[in-house]
């Protein structure tokens, strides 16, 4: 099959490709520079330039193959609305160009969608502007228009040089000399390593179902205190409680993440794709990390 992935030089698509090719897939990836257009043809991936705000390169990239898995997204958390009205346009492009066709298109999204529980495959997106995604919402109305669509949900997606929210996490307990977590609350974020992720979208892909909903979770959930511990030890910092209503002046953007339960369970997935992640655990990597470097 022939595989249009945006955010091919990234950190999940980078992994993506590779995981792709090996299985007999080729692969036409978004580069936006000389130096990911390089390890894209390295990789053995044909190279299509572009940004994600040029939706023609999008347009034709997705024209030019036999499916298309959406893994690109600015995370830039100080301009999240801007990002998620971005992803959404970009969406509609590729869907625009899929329409009436049986090509799949994956989007990616994530699991933030319950309160007080682990959220599972059957749970709606979230349509709070504050830190919902709103491509999750825009796959759903694709496929309204006859758009094969399917999403699968992303937790903290790790290994020791990156880990999703929690990246930032680090940097605010290097800059403030602490590393805090909310009240006493046992609030958990779900986690994988992000070769396990990629190889989620690759199977997502090979038995694709229109609609379906897969998260990617490897771990249910990792309360967020553990995670300030390791990150404190490792910082050789202080772990601090801090309470809810400082969480905003303490953690900035983050404050908006860091009480939330991001638990999520992954059982339906594991059972339809038949996934059996197998990578390092989240508070392993964040032992094993390069804290000099990071």
């Known amino acids: ?46 190279v299509r330039r572009g940004e994600l705000e040029d939706m023609e390169s999008l347009c034709s990239g997705a024209a030019a193959a036999d499916a298309v898995l959406h893994v690109a997204f600015r995370h830039d958390w100080t301009r999240f609305a801007e990002n ?48 919902a995604r709103v491509s999750e919402g825009t796959a759903l109305g694709l496929m309204e228009r006859g758009v094969q669509t399917a999403v699968v949900r992303l937790p903290q997606v790790h290994d020791t040089v990156k880990q999703g929210l929690i990246t930032p996490l680090v940097a605010i307990a290097r800059a403030k000399g602490v590393s805090a977590y909310i009240g006493d609350r046992q609030n958990r974020w779900s986690a994988a390593h992000v070769t396990d992720v990629a190889r989620l979208y690759r199977l997502a892909l090979e038995k694709f179902t229109a609609g379906a909903r897969y998260h990617a979770v490897a771990e249910e959930g990792v309360p967020l205190k553990e995670i300030a511990t390791t990150i404190g030890r490792s910082l050789n910092v202080p772990v601090v409680s801090i309470a809810p209503e400082q969480a905003q002046e303490h953690f900035g953007f983050l ?38 470097q990071a």
């Open 1 to 46: 099959m022939r595989v249009f992935v945006t955010g091919a030089t990234g950190f999940i698509g980078s992994r993506i490709v590779p995981e792709l090719i090996s299985a007999g897939h080729q692969v036409l990836g978004l580069a936006r520079s000389d130096a990911g257009a390089a390890a894209l043809a390295a990789a053995g991936a044909e």
């Open 84 to 131: 998620c009205e971005l992803d959404k346009r970009a969406i509609e492009a590729i869907g625009a160009v899929l329409q009436g066709s049986s090509r799949p298109f994956i989007v990616t999204s994530g699991v933030g969608v319950a309160e007080g529980r682990a959220a599972t495959e059957d749970d709606p997106p979230l349509s709070s502007p504050n830190y």
């Open 255 to 292: 404050g908006l993440f860091v009480g939330r339960n991001l638990a999520a369970s992954s059982a339906q997935t594991r059972a339809r794709l038949g996934w059996n992640p197998t990578g390092p655990d989240l508070l392993t990597d964040l032992r094993n990390m390069n804290y000099a």
